[in-house]
């Protein structure tokens, strides 16, 4: 059994969402990218939570939910090739969508606008200076 590397579990990367024409940034340690692990995305500013409101296609920020057992707020992290991911909601599936590759966020259960491109998100890591 192999001893987990502490500096790779500490690091942490960047997810860069365009809502609204706003610049958000999620900070997202390096262990939490298993695919079959959900996970909650939270804003380091306020420290609220990315959520799909009422598991609809309203992508929002919460501080809680407890709506469908908190599923409106579990993501994870498929792979879709070339250091790319798409980000997929527990509750019904669908996945993290930049309607039409504009700056409005959505829910979208598969895009194949520009190549499917609208739903490809990757990790960045680094600092915000």
């Excluded at 498929?78 to 509750?91: D, E, H, M, S, W």
């Amino acid at each position: 059994m192999s001893t987990p590397n502490t500096t790779s579990l500490t690091r942490l990367f960047i997810l860069t969402v365009l809502a609204a024409g706003i610049a958000e940034q999620f900070f997202i340690a390096n262990g939490a990218f298993a695919q079959e692990a959900y996970h909650r995305l939270q804003l380091k500013h306020g420290g609220q939570y990315l959520d799909a409101a009422y598991c609809g296609k309203t992508i929002t920020l919460n501080p809680c939910s407890d709506y469908q057992g908190g599923a409106c707020q579990l993501w994870r992290f498929v792979p879709a090739g070339g250091g790319y991911f798409r980000i997929q909601l527990k509750n019904g599936g669908q996945y993290l969508d930049a309607a039409y590759c504009g700056k409005t966020i959505t829910l979208n259960p598969g895009s194949d606008y520009e190549e499917g491109a609208c739903q490809l998100w990757r990790k960045v890591s680094g600092s915000i200076h």
